[in-house]
């Protein structure tokens, strides 16, 4: 159990355009997704807490209006890049917690972006 | 944030040894922390936890210690493997919600 899945796995797209991300978990209900960033050969940066039919809270220094996040449901978040750069190329990663399972974060696969 | 990493420690040790991995937390209000390995182009996976009111943790062939003092926590892996070989990351949380992640040491295991 506890399987977090995101969609697409990798993705390439013009500068410029808008990429959404999809986070799911499988067999659980997540109230709560943290959406993170990973450049090469660095740490997972916070970027978000994605709470399941309310706002999102960002992390300082994370663009609210460059990074769109919505929780419509208790098992799927999205992450949208809007107007792409190069700069935004990364790895995103989701994170979900199982809502009667205490503290721990299941991760999903990551998503790699990449913005020509 | 809490502290983010900039350049990636690694560590080589030999097939069989054991593994000591070493991680410095930033906020004293931290009060759960785990342990994750992560494969290239992957995402991370859960390792070991352990709670502010324990000092150590052991689970299978791994060992969690916790230092509050001097905010450090350490991961052992015992004979360690070839499939060992990935990144480590401790993160903290302090909100039993958001966690941070610490550097990241990378783990090679030479055959």
């Known amino acids: 159990g506890a399987v977090v899945s995101q969609h697409p796995s990798w993705v390439i797209c013009k500068s410029g355009t808008s990429v959404k991300i999809e986070c799911r978990s499988l067999?659980?209900?997540?109230?709560?997704m943290f959406w993170y960033r990973q450049f090469p050969k660095q740490s997972l940066m916070l970027m978000a807490t994605?709470?399941?039919?309310?706002?999102?809270?960002?992390e300082q220094g994370v663009e609210k209006d460059k990074f769109l996040i919505n929780h419509a449901s208790l098992t799927l978040s999205t992450l949208t890049v809007t107007s792409a750069h190069p700069e935004d190329s990364s790895f995103y990663i989701c994170?979900?917690?199982?809502?009667?399972?205490?503290?721990?974060?299941?991760f999903g696969q990551g998503t790699r972006l990449t913005v020509v | 944030g809490e502290s983010v990493g900039l350049h990636l420690p690694t560590l080589s040790v030999q097939e069989g040894d054991n593994s000591i991995i070493n991680c410095a937390y930033s906020?004293?209000?931290?009060?759960?922390f785990i342990w994750y390995k992560q494969e290239s182009g992957k995402g991370p996976q859960f390792i070991i936890d352990?709670?502010?009111?324990?000092d150590k943790r052991q689970g299978q062939r791994v060992t969690v210690l916790l230092n509050k003092t001097v905010k450090h926590l350490s991961l052992q892996i015992a004979a360690t493997q070839p499939g060992d070989s990935a990144v480590y990351f401790c993160a903290e949380t302090y909100t039993g919600n958001q966690f941070y992640f610490g550097t990241g040491t990378s783990l090679t295991v030479i055959p």
């Open positions: 067999d659980f209900q997540a109230t709560t």
């Open positions: 906020n004293s209000a931290s009060d759960y």
């Open positions: 994605s709470n399941e039919g309310s706002k999102a809270t960002y």
């Open positions: 994170s979900a917690k199982n809502s009667g399972r205490g503290s721990e974060a299941f």
């Open positions: 352990i709670r502010s009111n324990m």
